[in-house]
T-cell receptor
Framework: DSGVTQTPKHLITATGQRVTLRCSPR?????VYWYQQSLDQGLQFLIQ???????AKGNILERFSAQQFPDLHSELNLSSLELGDSALYFC??????????????FGPGTRLTVL | AQTVTQSQPEMSVQEAETVTLSCTYD???????LFWYKQPPSRQMILVIR??????QNATENRFSVNFQKAAKSFSLKISDSQLGDTAMYFC?????????FGQGTTLQVKP
């Protein structure tokens, strides 16, 4: 158990819908990262938040957005869903997020299926 | 842009034997970190080992060790005394600011 929690574990929805994925980092960790794992694209970095502010952006679609709340939990919002958005979405957290040397602890992931 | 390449989609090894997984990367940065992550069938991502680019000494964690060749931009993972529990997908990753850039992964099957 990494200490990072993600809900829900599985999500099945239809094209065009909107969903919210939730992540709670390890206690004391200030930084949250979101990654997408799909058969087509492999494992891709989406976005990073540090203490409530966006720190880095990767290959995140405009239909996707994220935020980190004052209690440090984070939500990833996916809208106008397409079949290709079906993937495993990971959240990871690290202590400070100010250096690459920090270990990132991954949550168990949310499996999103778009039908 | 940085890229990470794992050229072996699948590998297999007999239990108790040694196996080496390959990884190459491309970057113009001088300071960075390299990682190997393990993803077993449970899908949990687990850090296996990490290497700081400015350190010449190869990292070792129990049965896992790396061969880091900075000039060749190569970062291979050696697993000694392979165990059935090592069956998983292994990802090589690069980072210099925090975000991880992953290779495509190598599926390793350990056979009894």
């Amino acid at each position: 158990d990494s200490g990072v929690t993600q809900t829900p574990k599985h999500l099945i929805t239809a094209t065009g819908q909107r969903v919210t994925l939730r992540c709670s980092p390890r206690s004391g960790d200030l930084s949250v990262y979101w990654y997408q794992q799909s058969l087509d694209q492999g494992l891709q970095f989406l976005i990073q938040y540090y203490n409530g502010e966006e720190r880095a952006k990767g290959n995140i679609l405009e239909r996707f957005s994220a935020q980190q709340f004052p209690d440090l939990h984070s939500e990833l919002n996916l809208s106008s869903l397409e079949l290709g958005d079906s993937a495993l979405y990971f959240c990871a957290s690290s202590a400070a997020g100010t250096g690459a040397f920090e270990e990132q602890f991954f949550g168990p992931g949310t499996r999103l299926t778009v039908l | 842009a940085q890229t990470v390449t794992q050229s072996q989609p699948e590998m297999s090894v007999q239990e108790a034997e040694t196996v080496t997984l390959s990884c190459t990367y491309d970057t113009s940065e001088s300071n960075y970190y390299l990682f190997w992550y393990k993803q077993p069938p449970s899908r949990q991502m687990i850090l296996v080992i990490r290497q700081e680019a400015y350190k010449q000494q190869n990292a070792t964690e129990n049965r896992f060790s790396v061969n880091f060749q900075k000039a060749a931009k190569s970062f291979s993972l050696k697993i000694s005394d392979s165990q059935l529990g090592d069956t998983a997908m292994y990802f090589c990753a690069w980072s210099n600011t925090g975000k991880l850039i992953f290779g495509q992964g190598t599926t390793l099957q350990v056979k009894p």
